[in-house]
């Protein structure tokens, strides 16, 4: 079964910093776009950003300016750089991959999931 794990969220003041990794040792992800979401509760789980294999990427506007996606196809893993965090980032972040395209950034066209990585911003 292939299995995404995230590591990095915590709880962090409103304009402060985390950065979220992902890696696999199952799955080969340097074919496929990597992506990240959130879902915070009572909300529906919605793209932060995703990357594809090439390194181009793209942002939800809700953290454009704010967020970097990066990856790293030599180790298998992916990174979120998140600064400036605001409460409204406070969700559960998920890393996915599997996925063929970078547009759009749609978590139904991931097929493999992390367990998820709280994020909580409050001060």
């Known amino acids: 079964q292939v299995q995404l794990v995230e590591s990095g969220g915590g709880l962090v003041q409103p304009g402060g910093s985390l950065r979220l990794s992902c890696g696999s040792t199952a799955f080969t992800m340097k074919y496929f776009v990597i992506g990240w979401f959130r879902q915070a509760p009572g909300k529906e789980r919605e793209a932060v950003s995703c990357?594809?294999?090439?390194?181009?990427?793209y942002y939800s506007d809700s953290v454009k300016g704010r967020f970097t996606i990066s990856r790293d196809n030599a180790k298998n893993t992916a990174a979120l750089q998140m600064n400036s965090l605001v409460p409204e980032d406070t969700a559960v972040y998920y890393c996915?991959?599997?996925?063929?395209?970078?547009?759009?950034?749609?978590?139904?066209?991931?097929?493999?999931w992390g367990q998820g990585t709280q994020v909580t911003v409050s001060s």
């Open positions: 990357i594809s294999s090439d390194g181009r990427t």
């Open positions: 996915a991959t599997d996925s063929p395209h970078l547009d759009p950034c749609i978590a139904p066209d991931f097929g493999y």
